[in-house]
């Protein structure tokens, strides 16, 4: 993050300034989630979304919601910080949610702090990457689905794990998978693949995030003249090898689309047409 002011429980601070003690729940025990949302000028793209899933978070996490603002409120203070930064143009902002006061394992209380941080992107529109991307496994943590596996938590390891395999195997992502042995997703992305025209992807229930980028991809193929999207319990990387296409997906980057994985190459023609329509979607609305 670049920007010098946060916002934290309403009130804005400088960065070095915010009243977070160091033995707060996040720190201590990851007590915590977050929500990573693109906006445009002062305005949070897809943010209804966006918060829908942060109040299943708060009630997967046994969370007080009446102690997280409002949607149209949190909204404001996204506005606001954006302006007092000069983030004008496009910007990322973050959201971590954690529970308030001390004790062990078992919480004091319910309610929640949250502090709001944003920086500055390049890109107004979402850009597809010029040159795909070449995809890596990571089998040494594997996921499953439950309660907590569909938003973000305080407790990345996992994908942390998977960064430094990505930067070892030199590929500029990695696959990660599930119990059952299937790609679900990669590290910070929802995954699709195209087969015969008709576009795949993980269902939630396979264990990977329920991406606000996945859900609005969803939308716009189920509303286009492509066939439907079919939710599916993850692929084995065999399967792979039949696909035409593949792309990862998230709030921030848009679309990325991946030119190989092991020895197979891929092309990106319907790709490139679902990218313009989600920034015809995206910002034509705005």
């Given at each position: 993050?670049?920007?010098s002011i ?18 707060n ?6 007590d ?5 949302i693109?906006?445009?000028?002062n305005?949070a ?6 918060y829908k ?9 046994k969370m ?20 007092q930064?000069?983030?004008f ?5 973050r ?7 001390m ?8 309610s929640?702090?949250f502090v709001i941080?944003?920086s ?8 597809l ?6 995809l890596?496994d990571?089998t ?8 907590i ?5 305080g ?31 990669a590290i ?7 087969k015969?025209?008709?576009f795949?992807?993980?269902?939630v229930?396979?264990?990977c ?8 991809l969803?939308q ?7 066939p439907?999207?079919?939710e599916?319990?993850?692929v084995?990387k065999?399967e ?5 296409e593949m792309?990862l ?6 679309i ?13 023609q ?17």
């Amino acid at each position: 993050m670049n920007a010098s002011i946060v916002c934290y429980n309403k009130r804005f601070y400088h960065e070095d300034e915010v009243p977070i003690r160091f033995n707060n729940r996040a720190f201590k025990f990851g007590d915590s989630f977050f929500e990573t949302i693109r906006c445009n000028g002062n305005e949070a793209l897809h943010f209804n979304l966006h918060y829908k899933r942060m109040i299943k978070a708060l009630m997967s996490l046994k969370m007080e919601i009446a102690s997280l603002p409002p949607q149209h409120e949190l909204e404001h203070l996204i506005s606001s910080l954006l302006k007092q930064n000069k983030c004008f143009g496009a910007s990322r902002v973050r959201i971590e949610v954690l529970r308030s006061g001390m004790g062990l394992y078992t919480p004091e209380t319910n309610s929640v702090d949250f502090v709001i941080e944003c920086s500055k992107l390049v890109s107004t529109n979402y850009e597809l990457n010029k040159k795909g991307l070449l995809l890596g496994d990571f089998t040494e943590v594997k996921k499953g689905y439950n309660p907590i596996s569909f938003f973000k938590s305080g407790n990345a390891l996992p994908y942390i794990l998977a960064s430094f395999e990505k930067v070892n195997s030199n590929v500029d992502d990695c696959f990660i998978y599930n119990n059952e042995g299937k790609i679900i997703e990669a590290i910070s992305s929802n995954l699709f693949w195209i087969k015969d025209g008709v576009f795949y992807t993980p269902s939630v229930f396979a264990g990977c995030v329920g991406g606000i980028m996945r859900q609005v991809l969803i939308q716009i193929i189920k509303s286009s003249k492509w066939p439907n999207v079919i939710e599916v319990s993850g692929v084995q990387k065999e399967e792979l090898v039949n696909v035409e296409e593949m792309f990862l997906c998230n709030a921030i980057q848009g679309i990325q689309w991946i030119v190989g994985y092991n020895d197979k190459r891929y092309f990106n023609q319907m790709t490139r047409q679902l990218q313009q329509l989600l920034n015809e979607f995206t910002y034509e609305s705005i």
